[in-house]
């Protein structure tokens, strides 16, 4: 079985309409939380990384584009590899769905072939596994911060990371080397917990 890490970073759209603002003003709706709302906010980045590899990184402005080629990526991918499991850190509340979303929205035809799961009930047999669920036990416990779970169990933080808050900012200064770093960084982390906490699982 082959294992491929999966993150996402993501960027708020422009608001043009008044009504739409009035509507974000009056439900509160923060700029940080509309990043992470797929009909607020669009996809500038995917990283995705079959174990033991290096991180491969789909970029830039034309989400269409990025979207199309992470699909084509994935066709090309299962044909080769028809038994793989995704690996992602809060992949099914935020990752997959915002693809799936996104991509409908930019009218993109989704792979009949790919059904990357997002029903957590089922993550035990399916293509897609999620160590925020891991490690919260199906939100038994607190949804667990990728870095902090990963200090935890030992794993070596990279001591120049940055946070997903500072995702926008680099954006909007076109600063695209220090956005793939750290999707980079999180991914790496990511598939380095999974190796040690979680791999047994599949053995």
């Avoid at 970073?9 to 008044?18: G, R, Y």
């Avoid at 923060?30 to 990283?47: F, H, Q, V």
């Avoid at 080769?80 to 035809?109: A, V």
């Avoid at 040690?196 to 599949?202: G, Q, T």
């Amino acid at each position: 079985m082959k294992f491929i890490g999966l993150d996402i970073e993501t960027v708020p759209l422009k608001i043009e309409h008044e009504e739409v603002r009035e509507y974000l003003m009056d439900k509160r709706i923060s700029k940080e939380a509309r990043s992470l709302d797929p009909n607020y906010s669009k996809i500038i980045m995917i990283g995705i990384k079959i174990m033991d590899e290096p991180t491969k990184i789909f970029y830039g402005d034309d989400e269409k584009e990025i979207l199309e080629r992470f699909w084509n990526f994935m066709v090309e991918f299962v044909n080769k590899n028809p038994f793989y499991k995704i690996i992602t850190h809060n992949g099914y509340k935020f990752d997959i769905p915002f693809i799936y979303l996104r991509s409908h929205m930019n009218r993109i035809d989704v792979p009949k072939n790919i059904d990357i799961n997002t029903n957590q009930w089922q993550m035990k047999n399916s293509n897609h596994f999620d160590t925020m669920i891991f490690f919260s036990h199906f939100g038994s416990f607190t949804n667990p911060n990728l870095y902090v779970v990963s200090k935890m169990n030992g794993i070596e933080i990279p001591s120049d990371k940055t946070s997903g808050k500072d995702v926008e900012k680099m954006y909007i200064d076109k600063e695209w080397d220090k956005i793939m770093k750290h999707c980079q960084q999180d991914i790496e982390v990511m598939e380095k917990l999974f190796k040690k906490v979680c791999l047994n699982l599949f053995k």
